[in-house]
């Protein structure tokens, strides 16, 4: 069994979660409260942000100039591609630009964020791709689930599905799943079960972000 075989088998009892979150199952049916999805883009947009700043500390993480090129192209991806479908989104909602980027973290999301930022900084590319590889791979999960739903279809939700179960995302989530299993060649079951607990974190983090969107999570003083 691959290394990321059993991750995702080690996971899925919380991706199951995150699957059948009404959040996400509303997304896929096209029936999620506009008003939530608008929290959600505002918050998203926050963390798509640091999760930028990951793909440029992968880039100097990388062990040679072939990865370190492609993680290039997952912060253009992010910082283009993926923030622009953000803007479009957020428009047809009445959201400015503006306001995306004023928007302020929630608790969860700055939790989540800081938390991914800090083991980025202090760990190695290995410990880098555990935390950021569950967002990735959860994301496209959903979407190609997601891809003969009716939400396909819906003004709004139908451009998210597109995004996260088209070719191209498609394709960087599988290439960072199988540059985990070329970099955990020979690393001995202690250090496997360290990137493995920072991967199940970041899983956790992923569901709880899904649940602080739909509870339009706020501060509480």
Request: charge should be negative; glycine fraction near 4%; aromatic fraction near 14%.
């Amino acid at each position: 069994m691959k290394f990321t075989d059993n991750l995702r088998q080690k996971t899925d009892g919380i991706w199951q979660k995150i699957f059948n979150h009404p959040f996400v199952q509303g997304i896929g049916d096209g029936t999620l409260a506009p008003e939530k999805y608008r929290y959600y883009m505002c918050q998203d947009y926050v963390y798509l942000i640091d999760y930028a700043k990951l793909f440029a500390l992968a880039c100097i993480k990388s062990p040679d100039l072939e990865t370190m090129q492609k993680f290039a192209e997952l912060l253009n991806e992010t910082l283009t591609e993926e923030m622009e479908s953000h803007r479009r989104n957020a428009a047809r909602l009445g959201i400015s630009n503006e306001e995306l980027e004023n928007s302020s973290a929630s608790p969860t999301l700055m939790s989540y964020a800081n938390y991914m930022l800090k083991v980025a900084q202090e760990g190695t590319i290995i410990e880098l791709n555990a935390v950021l590889l569950p967002c990735m791979w959860v994301y496209c999960e959903i979407g190609k689930n997601f891809q003969n739903k009716t939400g396909i279809n819906h003004e709004i939700y139908g451009e998210w599905i597109r995004t996260y179960s088209g070719k191209d995302f498609v394709d960087l989530t599988n290439w960072m799943i199988e540059l985990m299993d070329k970099l955990v060649e020979g690393k001995t079951d202690r250090e496997l079960k360290k990137i493995e607990n920072f991967f199940i974190t970041a899983s956790k983090y992923e569901y709880m972000f899904w649940d602080m969107a739909y509870k339009e999570e706020k501060w509480l003083i």
